[in-house]
């Protein structure tokens, strides 16, 4: 068995034992569904992977990580709800298959059954989890909000953008390796060198996201093409089609993104085909390698062997290439 799929064996194990089917079923039930749709499951896997390297056994690990993917779970159901979508890794959306009330609910208890997933950890460990957990859940809001903010704020900087997405996306992934490292009990040092990893390959992640969301293929991608467009959301693609863009390409971009009357095919089309010929495909793809080699740096100072600096290395090539 690889190292991969031990994780991912004993992550989706925990999940079996952790979230039941209780009463009243109506609220366990959406939870058990969400959870259940899998996923690639890369943050409680990265929390793993850094806790083994570190030389601790990695099922110490097991309930910090699946409190991260609790959350990340609870924060999809949510997104979904803002985002109106009707998809979710290929299936109905918590909303659509159950209601709006029941899935925000679920969500509720999603999150703070992640925070009772700390109570297995000795008093030092449970703080410095636990304040690392609150501190970057409220960061992921205050991300979330940025992004609500973008859809109507005429004037957002591809730094906003990447600060955005930072507090979004990345600063989970890069808790996800700092909590691994807090359980291996190393010393600071080592725990920010991996949060920092985790950080930019969060970043990587988030454009290869916003890349597929325009260009990957709905069959693989799990969920509905084109869906940040019919969301007037201004992604990296749409703020770089507007530096690249001449003046025509500018004032049609921002007409399609203004208007809600537009036939949403014909308006992920007329988008796309700003986007091919301002060459931002390109572009982002840059952008996603740029950040991915920002991670490899970091993971350059992390007291690990070359064999399990690999391990991340390989990790981190896949999300480059990653088609879904």
């Known amino acids: 068995m690889s190292g991969t799929e031990k994780y991912l064996e004993a992550i989706n194990r925990c999940i079996d034992e952790v979230i039941l089917l ?12 969400i959870v259940s749709l899998g996923g690639k ?16 056994e990695y099922d110490q690990a097991i309930y910090a990580s699946l409190a991260l993917e609790l959350f990340h779970n609870f924060s999809l159901i949510h997104d979904d ?18 209601d709006l009330n029941t899935g925000i609910l679920s969500g ?16 030092d460990l449970f703080k410095e989890l636990a304040m690392l957990f609150s501190k970057t859940a409220l960061e992921v809001c205050e991300g979330q909000q940025y992004d609500i903010d973008f ?12 600060k955005m997405i930072e507090y979004k996306t990345a600063v989970l992934l890069g808790a996800a390796m700092k909590m691994g490292a807090i359980i291996a009990e190393e010393s600071d040092q080592c725990k920010n060198d991996f949060y920092d990893f985790g950080r930019n390959l969060g970043i990587a992640f988030q454009l290869q996201d916003d890349y597929l969301d325009a260009f990957g293929d709905m069959s693989s991608f799990g ?7 019919i969301s007037n959301k201004k992604t990296f693609l749409y703020l770089m089609a507007l530096q690249k863009g001449d003046q025509n390409q500018q004032m049609k ?10 036939d949403p095919k014909k308006k992920v089309k007329d988008v796309l085909t700003i986007f091919n010929d301002t060459g931002v495909e390109s572009a982002i793809l840059q952008e996603i390698q740029h950040y991915t080699k920002k991670a490899f740096d970091h993971l350059e100072s992390v007291p690990i062997s070359d064999d399990d600096k690999a391990h991340f290395y390989n990790f981190g090539e896949k999300l480059m290439i990653r088609k879904d």
Not at 22 to 33: A, F, M, Q, R, S
Not at 81 to 98: C, F, Q, S, Y
Not at 111 to 120: K, V
Not at 253 to 262: N, P, R
């Open 22 to 33: 209780k009463e009243p079923v109506n609220l366990y039930e959406p939870i058990k569904y």
């Open 41 to 56: 499951r890369v943050r409680p896997t990265l929390t793993l992977m850094t806790c083994d390297v570190l030389k601790k």
């Open 223 to 229: 969920k509905q093409i084109g869906g940040d467009i």
């Open 81 to 98: 709800i803002m985002d109106n979508a009707p998809l979710r890794r290929g299936k109905p959306t918590v909303h659509e298959k159950w």
């Open 151 to 162: 859809e109507t704020n005429e004037q957002v900087s591809l730094e906003d953008y990447l």
């Open 253 to 262: 971009l921002m007409e399609l993104y203004s208007s809600t009357s537009f």
């Open 108 to 123: 509720d208890a999603m999150l703070i059954l992640a925070y009772q997933l700390f109570e297995h950890y000795p008093p």
